[in-house]
């Protein structure tokens, strides 16, 4: 067995040791199923890699990351009873810069096999097929959209335009347009591209007053330095009437306010 091999191992057991913890000492607060005030609407946007990646070694690119997105995917999947989740974005990602859905649906397999114990614990956890409805594969390498690792590699006219929009940017406007009055947060880890293109469809397809009721609806929340730093300047400028608006790590802003 390879140290990765170990490794993944020890984190399925790990996992799957928790999963078990019987928690009748603690009494939880059930929050209801329906959607209400109490729970908020989430949409995770990532760079998602296959189960079992790694970061250097004789495999394909598309089996290069860091194994981060994967290690948050399992976590948030833990939580997945205390959000309304109405998107799980694969964007480019990996050393290939490719979007696969079938990365995340691999996970969701893996959840679907602990769900009925999470169920024991909180009736509120989505199934997987439910999870799998809102599955969404971004635009990467893989779809004729040359995308570049890095900072300032490309200006964001190369993977952001017209004729450029993807199911995932198109469900995040569809969700926004729901009638539900609550924001939508949306988390990106990695490739904010959908979550750009989107805006870019709205902006250029409506008018300001529904550009301005569609932004109204967005939480956005940007991982460090997701993808090429001019796209998050474009959403910064677009963004910034948004009660809630573009939320970046401190060393982000910076380098967006001085261009680099």
């Known amino acids: 067995m390879g140290r990765t091999d170990f490794r993944l191992l020890s984190c399925t057991i790990v996992v799957a040791s928790l999963l078990v ?14 959607p209400s005030r109490a729970r908020l609407r989430v949409i995770m946007s990532t760079d998602f890699p296959p189960i079992g990646v790694v970061k250097e070694g004789d ?6 990351s860091d194994p981060d997105d994967m290690q948050s995917m399992v976590r948030f999947l833990l939580y997945a009873n205390e959000f309304d989740i109405e998107g799980l974005i694969a964007s480019a990602g990996t050393f290939a810069m490719e979007a696969h859905e079938k990365n995340i649906l691999g996970v969701l397999d893996q959840y679907e096999k602990v769900y009925e114990n999470l169920r024991s614990h909180d009736p509120d956890y989505p199934t ?8 969404f594969e971004g635009k990467g390498n893989n779809h004729g959209i040359s995308v570049k690792w890095g900072h300032g590699k490309q200006p964001h006219t190369d ?12 469900a995040i406007i569809a969700a926004a347009d729901e009638p539900d009055p609550r924001p939508i947060w ?9 979550v750009a293109q989107a805006i870019w469809d709205v902006k250029n397809t ?13 939480r956005v929340f940007l991982i ?9 300047m474009l959403m910064a400028r677009v963004v ?7 939320r970046t790590s401190r060393r982000s802003l910076q380098n967006a306010q001085t261009g680099v």
Not at 59 to 64: C, G, L, M, R
């Open 224 to 232: 460090a330095y997701p993808g090429p730093i001019r796209i998050i």
């Open 128 to 135: 997987a097929d439910y999870l799998r409805s809102v599955t």
């Open 186 to 194: 949306i988390g990106v880890w990695g490739g904010p591209r959908e």
């Open 159 to 170: 993977i952001i335009g017209k004729g450029m929009d993807s199911e995932a940017s198109n």
């Open 59 to 64: 495999v394909p690119n598309t089996q290069k």
């Open 240 to 246: 910034r009437a948004s009660p809630g608006g573009v």
């Open 21 to 34: 913890i019987p928690v009748n000492a603690m009494e939880k607060v059930k929050l209801p199923v329906a």
């Open 206 to 218: 409506r008018s300001e007053k529904e550009l301005k009721a569609f932004i109204s609806k967005l």
